[in-house]
């Protein structure tokens, strides 16, 4: 597993509630992704009901607070696949 997604990984453990209602996959190009469901945040590329995608400066950025979601979203740094309400919703946990 890359630091990168380690430090993912971390970072998300501590912003998100305990028993996220959903699942959510971000990948980080060229580094790997990220596991988000009822059963907490882990490494992982599995089958999900939201896949968000960003480089990892973007992910990152997020992450840091110095990137808005939002913004990123609109300009095409963060893409998503699937259920926006999930997307939505994952975006008010890590405001």
């Known amino acids: 597993m890359s630091e990168v997604i380690e430090k993912a ?12 209602d959903g699942t959510v996959k971000f990948v980080i190009e ?10 907490g945040v882990r490494a992982g590329d ?8 960003a480089s990892s400066d973007t992910f990152q950025g997020i992450m840091s ?6 913004a990123a ?3 095409g740094k963060l893409k998503l696949d ?3 309400g999930m ?9």
Not at 30 to 39: F, I, L, P, Y
Not at 87 to 95: C, F, H, V, Y
């Open 30 to 39: 060229d580094e790997g992704a990220v596991m988000v469901d009822e059963n």
């Open 9 to 20: 990984v971390e970072a998300l453990q501590q912003r998100l509630p305990d028993g996220f």
């Open 82 to 84: 699937g259920d926006m």
């Open 87 to 95: 997307a939505m919703k994952l975006g008010s946990a890590l405001s």
């Open 73 to 75: 979203f609109m300009t």
């Open 46 to 53: 599995e089958d999900a009901e939201c896949i968000l995608t």
């Open 65 to 70: 607070g110095d990137v808005n979601p939002t």
